[in-house]
C-alpha cells in the first residue's frame, strides 16, 4: 500500500545531528505503550495529507515548526494485524535546534534529546520507532 489518502497517523524522526528528539509517553494504562519513549506524532484528523498531519503534531506536542521541505524522507508502514491500517514515517534531519523552543504540550511526560545510537539499544522505546529508525538509518548509509 502506498496511498496517502488511506492512513490513520504519522511519526517523525527529528535528528540534529546524532542527536534524536523524544517524548516519554504518558503512564496511562488505557494508551499503547504507557510511560515508554515515542517520537512525535500522532492520529490523523480530517483529510489532512501525511505530511500536514506529522507537521501540526510536532507543533502541538513540542511546540516546534518545521516546513514539508525539512521532511527528508517517508515511508508508510502497514500493520501487520490490519492490512488497512497504515501509518506514515518521517525524518528530518536539521543542523541545529534551539532547544529553548520546545515546550512540551498537553500529551506525555517529558521530552529528551537522546543519542541516536542509545535509542536504538534502549528496551523502554515504542518498538516499532527502533525499527523504523533503524530502516531509515539503513538506508542512508546505502546511499
Known amino acids: 500500500m502506498q496511498d496517502s489518502e488511506a492512513f490513520h497517523g504519522a511519526k517523525l524522526a527529528l535528528l540534529v545531528g546524532d ?25 490523523r484528523e480530517g483529510d489532512e495529507s501525511p505530511e500536514a498531519c506529522v507537521l501540526r503534531e510536532l507543533k502541538e506536542e513540542l511546540a516546534l ?6 521532511l527528508k524522507w517517508k515511508r508508510q508502514y502497514v500493520s501487520d494485524l490490519d492490512s488497512k491500517s497504515a501509518t506514515w514515517f518521517f525524518v528530518a534531519e536539521v543542523p541545529e535546534l534551539d532547544i529553548n523552543r520546545i515546550r512540551l ?29 533503524s530502516d531509515y538509518l539503513a538506508e542512508r548509509e546505502a546511499a
Open 19 to 43: 542527536r534524536l528528539v523524544s517524548i516519554l509517553r504518558d503512564k496511562d494504562r488505557e494508551i499503547p505503550y504507557p510511560d515508554m519513549w515515542d517520537l512525535p506524532g500522532g492520529g
Open 65 to 70: 515548526s518545521l516546513c514539508e521541505t525539512n
Open 105 to 133: 504540550g498537553d500529551e506525555g511526560q517529558a521530552w529528551r534529546m537522546w543519542d541516536v545510537a542509545r535509542f536504538l539499544r534502549m528496551s523502554n522505546v515504542v518498538p516499532m520507532m527502533q525499527t523504523r529508525l
